[in-house]
């Protein structure tokens, strides 16, 4: 085996990577182009009405690094409780016929413990907003 070989078979071992390294280096010319572009044709005015921290018309009460009541992260964290709970219904729609009796009762026991949990959460006011 002589060296042309062994220089041979390293070019076809890195040659089939030449296209995945020329489409590389076009994204990011490409993603740095856009980004330069942008910057020079952009408008530069800016307007108080866009530097406001929201552009819906509603000005903030309080600052952006206040605190927050526990009850949004209570009502945030029963809503996703229900929401991922609601989703175990669907499977067990699709396959109702097969499982009979015994999978209604069981998903009838699954319905009254999120009855209970959401009667719970109701008395105890974490659906309250004030």
Do not use: Q
Request: hydrophobic letters at 60%; charged letters at 15%; a neutral charge.
């Amino acid at each position: 085996m002589n060296i042309l070989d062994l220089l041979n078979r390293d070019y076809l071992a890195t040659h089939s990577y030449l296209p995945i390294f020329i489409f590389l280096v076009f994204a990011f010319v490409f993603a740095g182009g856009t980004l330069v572009a942008a910057f020079f044709i952009r408008p530069h005015r800016p307007d108080p009405e866009k530097l406001s921290p929201y552009e819906c018309g509603v000005p903030p009460l309080m600052g952006a690094r206040d605190r927050f009541s526990v009850r949004f992260f209570i009502v945030a964290m029963l809503f996703l409780l229900f929401d991922v709970e609601a989703i175990f219904l669907y499977p067990w729609a699709v396959v109702y016929k097969r499982i009979g009796l015994f999978g209604f009762v069981e998903m009838m026991l699954f319905i009254l413990i999120l009855l209970v949990g959401y009667v719970y959460a109701w008395k105890k006011g974490a659906l309250e907003w004030e």
